[in-house]
C-alpha cells in the first residue's frame, strides 16, 4: 500500500518514497483523497474528525473573557471562520497549539451567523504535530471562495496515487516526490456523542458561545442545568414577577430570565436536566451582581421567544463546573462566587434566622464539606434545600455558585441561584468519595470556620503585631497570622446574656420578673444564654495591641464553655478570676483578622481572633529557621 503523506511532518524519522506494504508510522487512515474540509464545511458539510493546519492565532480584542480566532487550511483552502471554544484556552496558554500547528478536529459546530457569514467553533481537538515540529505552512493554500471552486478544481492535477482497496492520505501541498502532507480524514478515536446542528425547522443551531446582541435571528440548542423560583417585587414603578435559568451547551453557559407573560408561558413548561432549542430572546450585556456564569451576555425571554423540547440524544453535558479546592479560599474575596465540592462531615441540627430588610424568618442548616486538601470549611443550606438535606450517610456535595463570606473565618452559603447537587456522577465525587472512604474521614483537617483550625490557614503568613498594623490601609480586612504572649485580659463585661434561640446571639434584657427578651427576634423568653465577648492584650518583641476574642475561640482558649464560665461569675468570683487568669503570660499562634474602623473621625487598627494554637516550640523553631534561610537566600 502507497502512503501519500510525508510523515517526517509527524514523526520526523518516515519519509515516504513510494515504498510499498509498510504501515505508515503516523497511522493515517486509508481513504480517497480529501483536501477540501474547509470548504465542505462552509457549504454545510460535517466532516468527522478532520485534521487542518492552524496558519495564524488572534486573540480577539475587546473580549471580557480570553478568545481566540484561527486561520486554518486543509492544503488547497484556507478560512478564517474559526474560534476555540474557552475551555480550550488552557493548551493555548500552556504551548499546545500555536501556528502552524496540526490538529485534529474531535468535535465542533458551524453555525452561520449573519447572511453568508460562517463561524466554527472547535469544542475539542487532538495536537497531531506541534508547530515547532511542523515549523512552515504546508502547501499553498488559497482564502475559500465558493464561485470558484469549480474552476480552481478543474485546474488541480491528481497527482496522487490511487490504490484499488485504499483511499491516500489528503495533499497538503503542490503535487511532487517529497511534498509535505498530513492526513485529513477521521482518526480513530472515541465518538463523545453527537452534536445538534439543525433546529425542527431545518435552521442551524447557533453555539451559545458565539450569541452577540448584534445577532437578528438565531437558535440555540441547550440544556437547563438550575431554574430558580418565581420571585416577585413591587416598586414605585408597578409590580411583576420573573424566573431565571442557566443553559448551557458544549460552547459554554449563559442565564436567561423570563418576566410577567413570560413566566406564565415557560416556568412549567421548562424542567431542570432537559434539552431545548430556544430562539429570539433579547442578548445583553451580563449583569456580574446576579449571574456567576461565564459569558459576557445573559438573556431575557420576550413575547416572540420560542421554546421547543428537543427529543434528540445530545452530547450536552449535564453541567458545567469550576471547582475550587478548599484551601484555596483563604485568598480569594469576600463575596465571591465559587463552584466547591465536598464530602459532608457533618450535619447540624435545622435553625431559624430572621431576616433584618423583611421580618421574615428563614430555615437554615449548617453542614461541614471537606476535601483532599485536608480543608473544612461551613456550608450552609437554605429553605427546603435545608429541611430536606440528609447527611446521614455523608454524600458528596457539590455547590454552582456558592458565596464565600469571611464571617468567622470562612464560610459559604448556597443561593437561590445555585445549583445544589448530591452525590453528582461526576469524576471529582468518586474521587474525593474514595479518597473519604480510605481514610480521609479520619485524617486530621482544618477547619477555616473558626473551630479549632491551624492559626497558620489563612495563606500562613505570620507577621509582628508592627508589621500586621502597618499593612493594613484598605476598606476590606486582611488576614495574618502572628505569634504573640497574653498579657493582660479585660474581665469586665467579658461576658453577656443572649438570646437563646440558635443564630440569633443578640443580647437580651432582663425584664426583673424572670423573663427575657430579645428586640431582635421581637420574642421573650424565660431562660438565656452566656456569650463570650474577651478582650486580651497580647505582645511580642514588636508592640502590643488588644484584640478581640470570641465565643468559639474564648472556649478553646479558657478550655470551658460559656455556660459554666457565666455560672461561675453569678456564683463563684474567684473560680472565675482564676480561669481568667490561667491564660496569662502564655504564647498562643493567632490567626487575625485585621481591618481599619473609624470611629469619630479617627482610624483605628482592630483585629479579631479567627483560630489560635498554643506555640509548638519544634514546629516555631522550624519556621525561624526557614525564614532566616529565606532571608540569606539559602531557601
Not at 437561590?416 to 474514595?434: F, R, T, V, W, Y
Not at 497570622?481 to 493582660?488: D, L, Q, R, T, W
Request: proline letters at 4%; aromatic letters at 6%; charged letters at 20%.
Amino acid at each position: 500500500m502507497l502512503h501519500g503523506c510525508d510523515v517526517s511532518l509527524h514523526t520526523g524519522l518516515w519519509r515516504s518514497s513510494g515504498a510499498l506494504s509498510q504501515r505508515c508510522p503516523c497511522k493515517c487512515p486509508d481513504g480517497t483523497p480529501s483536501t477540501s474540509c474547509c470548504s465542505n464545511i462552509v457549504d454545510g458539510g460535517h466532516p468527522e474528525k478532520p485534521v487542518v493546519q492552524i496558519l495564524t492565532m488572534k486573540r480577539i480584542p475587546n473580549s471580557s473573557q480570553e478568545r481566540w480566532r484561527l486561520l486554518l487550511s486543509d492544503g488547497k483552502w484556507s478560512n478564517s471562520f474559526a474560534m476555540l471554544a474557552t475551555q480550550l484556552n488552557p493548551k493555548v496558554d500552556s504551548g499546545d497549539i500555536t501556528n502552524n500547528s496540526i490538529i485534529r478536529m474531535d468535535r465542533y459546530v458551524c453555525n452561520t451567523v449573519q447572511e453568508n457569514k460562517k463561524v466554527l467553533i472547535i469544542l475539542d481537538l487532538s495536537v497531531i504535530m506541534t508547530g515547532a515540529e511542523v515549523g512552515k505552512k504546508i502547501g499553498t493554500p488559497v482564502t475559500y471562495d465558493s464561485s470558484k471552486i469549480a474552476a480552481q478544481q478543474q485546474e488541480q492535477p491528481q497527482q496522487q496515487y490511487k490504490a484499488p482497496a485504499s483511499k491516500v492520505a489528503p495533499n497538503m501541498s503542490s503535487a511532487g516526490g517529497n511534498v509535505a502532507r498530513i492526513p485529513l480524514a477521521q482518526h480513530n478515536a472515541p465518538a463523545k456523542g453527537p452534536c445538534v446542528t439543525k433546529t425542527p425547522s431545518g435552521g442551524n443551531v447557533h453555539p451559545i458561545e458565539s450569541l452577540t446582541p448584534y445577532q437578528n435571528r438565531w437558535t440555540i440548542c441547550a440544556r437547563v442545568t438550575n431554574k430558580s423560583g418565581i420571585r416577585t417585587w413591587s416598586n414605585s414603578r408597578g409590580e411583576g414577577k420573573l424566573f431565571s435559568m442557566d443553559l448551557l451547551d458544549e460552547t459554554g453557559e449563559i442565564r436567561a430570565t423570563a418576566f410577567n407573560n413570560e413566566v406564565d408561558k415557560f416556568y412549567d413548561m421548562i424542567e431542570v436536566d432537559k434539552v431545548y432549542f430556544i430562539s429570539s430572546a433579547t442578548l445583553k450585556t451580563a449583569n456580574k451582581q446576579y449571574s456567576n456564569l461565564n459569558n459576557e451576555y445573559e438573556m431575557s425571554f420576550n413575547r416572540t421567544t420560542e421554546v421547543t423540547p428537543c427529543h434528540e440524544q445530545t452530547a450536552i453535558p449535564t453541567m458545567q463546573f469550576n471547582f475550587v479546592s478548599l484551601d484555596q479560599l483563604e485568598s480569594l474575596q469576600k463575596d465571591a462566587i465559587l463552584d466547591v465540592i465536598g464530602v459532608c462531615k457533618e450535619t447540624h441540627d435545622l435553625s431559624h434566622v430572621i431576616m433584618k430588610s423583611t421580618g421574615k424568618e428563614l430555615t437554615k442548616r449548617d453542614i461541614q464539606i471537606v476535601d483532599t486538601t485536608a480543608r473544612e470549611v461551613r456550608l450552609t443550606l437554605w429553605g427546603t434545600q435545608a429541611e430536606t438535606f440528609d447527611g446521614s450517610q455523608q454524600p458528596v456535595v457539590a455547590v454552582k455558585g456558592a458565596k464565600l463570606s469571611d464571617f468567622n473565618g470562612c464560610s459559604l452559603s448556597v443561593l437561590s441561584s445555585s445549583c445544589l447537587q448530591i452525590n453528582p456522577d461526576i469524576q471529582e465525587a468518586h474521587m474525593l468519595k474514595g479518597w473519604f472512604d480510605n481514610g480521609g474521614n479520619v485524617a486530621e483537617t482544618v477547619n477555616l470556620s473558626g473551630k479549632g483550625g491551624l492559626a497558620g490557614s489563612v495563606g500562613g503568613t505570620f507577621k509582628l503585631i508592627a508589621e500586621a498594623k502597618q499593612n493594613t490601609g484598605t476598606d476590606q480586612p486582611e488576614y495574618c497570622c502572628a505569634k504573640g504572649c497574653i498579657v493582660m485580659v479585660r474581665k469586665e463585661n467579658s461576658m453577656y446574656t443572649a438570646c437563646p434561640r440558635d443564630g440569633c446571639n443578640k443580647k437580651v434584657v432582663d425584664q426583673g420578673n424572670g423573663m427575657y427578651r430579645c428586640e431582635k427576634c421581637d420574642q421573650t423568653y424565660d431562660t438565656f444564654q452566656w456569650r463570650i465577648m474577651l478582650q486580651a492584650c497580647v505582645a511580642d518583641i514588636s508592640d502590643s495591641q488588644w484584640i478581640s476574642i470570641f465565643q468559639d475561640q474564648a472556649e478553646q482558649l479558657l478550655n470551658t464553655n460559656a455556660n459554666e464560665l457565666g455560672a461561675l461569675r453569678e456564683t463563684n468570683k474567684d473560680d472565675f478570676e482564676k480561669i481568667m487568669d490561667g491564660i496569662l503570660f502564655k504564647n498562643y499562634n493567632f490567626k487575625l483578622r485585621c481591618k481599619i474602623e473609624t470611629y469619630n473621625g479617627e482610624n483605628r487598627w482592630k483585629a479579631s481572633v479567627m483560630n489560635l494554637n498554643p506555640v509548638d516550640p519544634q514546629e516555631h523553631s522550624q519556621r525561624l529557621i526557614t525564614e532566616i534561610k529565606q532571608l540569606t537566600g539559602q531557601a
